[in-house]
């Protein structure tokens, strides 16, 4: 199987070098600067801002609001961003958002958010867990009464990333209270800013920020429901699963793997026989992430069913990201010396800190370490994703 990519896939990518090659190391700590006092996972509203210049925000999108860019050149548009360490969740999140207002929002709603989306002018958040409802989603409480031209909403949401940030929350309610499950639920897109709404700061691990977002007979026009009331599953499942397809750490693991072996290159450190056996199994198994997030891609480019292949990837990625930042944090432990290499210099400033007591590249790693706990959490836990393995790729009962 070949990844090539079309040539107008190439062309995105030659402008994407072009942009982070405009990422100096004052732009990179400034960057920095932002995500630090955001206190979002990987967001900085400057750099969202950049991708929207370029219309980078939704390629997936058809013209005239994307590139018509299928889910693989999708991937290397993500993977050639994370390489060069720049912060890509909200990029991440508002192309998913993007993907359900353009398929399945009425026109006027089309009209009025994607403009604006697409602008980098409003951002979106995704309030689906609550607090009594994460993996086991469907036992969701918030609820939607309609009245006239509005839905009534009332309960919470937890672990909304970004909520604090966002103009918007895609919301999952439960519009009929007589159904069960997966019937009768319904995708609300709520000003987060509309009376009833209250955000309030969740800390996780790593210095980040959730959020739990509570809803008090909120009121929503019912032209902000996104495809047909009582049949949200549908609408959700989907953008659950192109969530997956993307990388959750691998990528960032990447990086960190490719600055300790640029300081050990830089330094002459003798690695021996036992360190350079574990670095290269880890350079394996990142390579095969790769391979597994692409074929997930590939799937869904056919249009091809890609739950199974998409939970494989995140399960594979997700606990290598954790092994990987466990081993460079311990491989740096022994030694703290501050170098200038090639990918620290020029994107991740790692140099700034050389005057001080802190090596930026321990300190990455030991935060590495700390928020790579979250990615078999996030999107799904790593047994959740395998129950998807074992029923929607293996056919086992349940
Ligand atoms: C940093 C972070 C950001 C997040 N961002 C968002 C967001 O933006 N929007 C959003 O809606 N949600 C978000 N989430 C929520 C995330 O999707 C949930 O935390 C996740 O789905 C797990 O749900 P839970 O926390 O309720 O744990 P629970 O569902 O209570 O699970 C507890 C434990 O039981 C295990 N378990 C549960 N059910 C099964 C089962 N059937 N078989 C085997 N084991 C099982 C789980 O694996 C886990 O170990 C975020 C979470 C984190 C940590």
């Known amino acids: 199987m070949t990844f090539a990519l079309e040539p107008e896939g190439s062309a995105v990518l030659a402008e994407v070098a072009e942009l982070v090659e405009t990422y100096g190391r004052e732009e990179i700590l400034a960057l920095r600067a932002e995500v630090e006092a955001l206190g979002a996972e990987r967001h900085a509203e400057s750099f969202h801002r950049e991708l929207a210049k370029r219309n980078l925000l939704a390629i997936g999108l058809p013209e005239p609001w994307g590139r018509s860019a299928g889910p693989t050149e999708r991937y290397a548009l993500h993977e050639t961003l994370d390489a060069a360490g720049m912060p890509t969740y909200s990029l991440e999140l508002n192309e998913t958002m993007a993907g359900m207002i353009a398929r399945q929002g009425r026109p006027e709603l089309v ?46 949401k937890l672990w909304t990333s970004s909520a604090h940030l966002a103009d918007w929350i895609v919301t999952i309610v439960r519009t009929d209270p007589e159904s069960q499950r997966h019937r009768g639920l319904s995708i609300l897109v709520i000003d987060a800013k509309a009376p009833g709404v209250t955000i309030d700061a969740v800390p996780v691990v790593g210095g980040w920020r959730v959020n739990a977002v509570s809803f008090d007979a909120v009121r929503v026009p019912a032209a902000h429901l996104l495809g047909e009331e009582n049949r949200g599953w549908a609408v959700i499942s989907q953008a659950l699963t192109d969530e997956r397809t993307m990388s959750f750490g691998g990528r960032e693991s990447r990086l960190l793997l490719a600055r300790l072996i640029h300081r050990w290159a830089a330094t002459g450190e003798a690695v021996d026989d036992v360190r350079a056996e574990a670095l290269g199994d880890l350079v394996v198994e990142l390579e095969i992430e790769r391979l597994l997030n692409l074929r997930a891609a590939a799937l869904g480019e056919r249009g091809e069913d890609a739950a199974a292949e998409a939970s494989i990837s995140k399960v594979f990625g997700s606990e290598l990201a954790q092994r990987t930042a466990e081993w460079v944090d311990s491989a740096l432990r022994p030694r703290t010396r501050c170098t200038r290499d090639v990918i620290s210099t020029a994107r991740t400033g790692d140099d700034i800190s050389c005057a001080g007591s802190v090596d930026p590249l321990v300190a990455d790693a030991a935060q590495a370490l700390r928020t790579s706990t979250a990615f078999t959490i996030i999107g799904g836990t790593s047994e959740v994703q395998r129950n998807v393995v074992a029923d929607r790729g293996l056919g086992l009962p349940r």
């Open 111 to 156: 009209a009025e958010h994607l403009p604006k989306l697409l602008a980098g002018e409003w951002t979106y958040a995704g309030g689906y867990s609550e607090p009594e409802a994460g993996s086991d989603l469907l036992a969701l409480r918030t609820r939607a009464v309609r009245e006239g031209d509005e839905y009534v909403v009332t309960g919470t």
